[in-house]
């Protein structure tokens, strides 16, 4: 069976382009007769907060937009589903990349990093220049690097082509080495990184289909990287157009106009649908609708390729 996924940081009121990723994801499983998982990835304890996770919900369920499995209340089998509750399995994994020899301790700090960018690489991408890798990458025979400072944990990188199919975007090929260099696993304070904890929860929770913002394709070729060293299952990946504001920025938290708080005083759920389904090119026009309306007529060869400017 299909089995999708919403897996939303708790940093905050959702916006209208956290709606919209939500309702694509919903749609495109349950277009599939499948089931749709919400977890909370709620790495970072600085700034995410179970409040924030509680009102989440509670604007989806607003929306017409219920899970099957999943929430905070950890609903189904494969919990939990709370990424802060999940530690001990993140460890699990960690110790077996550990003993493949591909990692190792990394004491830089972000002005280390930022200090050997390239003058090109300015769209915001930190590309590890691997300032404290190994002169020789252990193999699974040697004795593991450790260190007596505190380090964070990376994923050694070889200079190689990741080439895969998004269901969306066509074929994506992207070296590693270039694009992303030597990635984190596990941060110097401790917290767990995204790219470790999403494989590892999304091959333990059954996903078949990651359905996100264009803006994570290259995540995808890390990711993969992962999944292979790990014999993990790969889901099938469909990334879409980002909702952007007038000046071409992706909307986030800082649009105050668009957060959950200020659209359900002044808008019904089935407008917010409709207008969304409107941006996502299922409509000609913006027309009121709820979710189970939206998902006779949805389909993915009408969502736009290009980002959506919206009058925010």
């Known amino acids: 069976m299909t089995k999708g996924r919403f897996a939303p940081s708790p940093s905050g009121r959702m916006h209208l382009g956290n709606v919209y990723a939500a309702l694509l994801s919903w749609l495109s499983v349950k277009k599939k007769g499948g089931s749709w998982v919400l977890r909370i990835e709620d790495l970072d304890p600085q700034r995410c907060k179970l409040e924030y996770a509680l009102q989440l919900e509670d604007d989806l ?6 899970w099957d499995e999943g929430g905070t209340e950890n609903r189904g089998c494969c919990g939990p589903y709370l990424q802060s509750q999940r530690s001990e399995i993140y460890e699990e994994y960690l110790d077996r990349l550990n003993k493949t020899g591909l990692t190792y301790p990394c004491t830089c700090t972000r002005a280390d990093i930022m200090a050997t960018q390239a003058p090109h690489e300015s769209d915001g991408r930190i590309v590890y220049k691997g300032t404290c890798r190994p002169a020789n990458i252990p193999s699974k025979e040697t004795e593991r690097i450790t260190s007596s400072n505190p380090a964070a944990i990376r994923l050694y990188v070889p200079d190689m082509q990741i080439d895969f199919i998004d269901s969306h ?5 992207v070296n590693l080495a270039t694009h992303c260099g030597d990635f984190v696993l596990r941060r110097k304070d401790g917290a767990w990184a995204y790219q470790l904890a999403v494989v590892v929860d999304d091959a333990l929770m059954g996903i078949t289909e990651v359905v996100r913002g264009r803006d994570l394709l290259l995540s995808a070729s890390q990711q993969l990287y992962l999944y292979n060293i790990l014999s993990l299952q790969v889901p099938e990946f469909i990334h879409f157009p980002l909702l952007c504001n007038k000046a071409g920025q992706r909307l986030s938290k800082r649009d105050k106009s668009l957060d959950m708080g200020v659209l359900r005083s002044q808008y019904t759920p089935e407008q ?8 996502a090119g299922q409509t000609d026009r913006p027309e009121p609708m709820n979710p189970e309306e939206l998902l ?3 389909a993915w060869e009408k ?10």
């Open 296 to 298: 006779k007529i949805f």
């Open 61 to 66: 369920r607003w929306l017409g937009l219920d």
């Open 303 to 312: 969502v736009p390729v290009n980002d959506i400017i919206i009058d925010c």
């Open 169 to 173: 975007y066509g074929v994506q090929s």
């Open 272 to 279: 917010i649908i409709g207008e969304i389904a409107y941006y």
